[in-house]
């Protein structure tokens, strides 16, 4: 039983509340637009069926990078101090390759090239300039999102990331190979 006192109570209290004219939520308000490259990989992705060329790495199941994102790949069994140093620009590098101007088919057979090359040379850490392809396809990197793909696909890499910005910040980034057998 509710007593007169608290029902003028409660009546004082909602004095200026006014009834809500719908009773459906917004959702279409919080919609997170996808950028248009995410979006042109999605439909290429939807229309091949399978994209493995004969080198062995794959162009489907692209996540799209964005030019200032910093990027990083660790295999299994590898140290996190071994990474931690790779991060932070302690290790030497010791060869460099530049894929600016590259087509995307060049680029990646020019990348298992010198990857081949430097793990004949026994080179373990070296540097890839990819570039940060702020121009293209609504801000989002391109042949950032490619060679991130790519590294995680090469026998052969431990691990990468992003480069200090002495060295091309997140347009390039430090890769360590491990050796031959």
């Known amino acids: 039983m509710v007593s007169d006192e608290d029902r003028d109570l409660l009546a004082r209290e909602m004095s200026g509340v006014r009834p809500i004219k719908q009773n459906k939520a917004d959702i279409k308000s919080g919609k997170v637009e996808v950028p248009e490259f995410t979006l042109r990989l999605r439909r290429r992705q939807a229309t091949v069926e399978n994209s ?6 794959s162009d489907s199941h692209l996540v799209a990078v964005a030019p200032e994102e910093y990027i990083e790949h ?4 590898l140290q996190h101090k071994k990474l931690q140093k790779l ?3 302690q290790l030497e590098i010791q060869y460099n390759l530049d894929l600016h101007g590259f087509t995307f088919d060049d680029a990646r057979d020019m990348l298992q090239r010198f990857i081949s090359f430097c793990r004949k ?3 373990t850490t070296v540097r890839i300039v990819h570039g940060k392809s702020r121009g293209s396809w ?6 950032k999102t490619y060679v991130n793909a790519w590294l995680k ?3 052969g890499v431990l691990g990468f990331a992003s480069c200090l ?3 091309g910040g997140t347009g390039a980034v430090y890769v360590l190979l ?3 057998r």
Do not use: F, K
């Open 138 to 143: 609504e801000q989002q990197a391109t042949m």
């Open 74 to 77: 660790l295999r299994p069994g």
């Open 165 to 167: 910005p002495v060295d």
């Open 52 to 57: 493995i060329n004969v080198d062995g790495l």
């Open 153 to 155: 696909q090469v026998p």
């Open 87 to 89: 991060r932070m620009g």
């Open 178 to 180: 491990s050796r031959p």
């Open 121 to 123: 040379n026994h080179y």
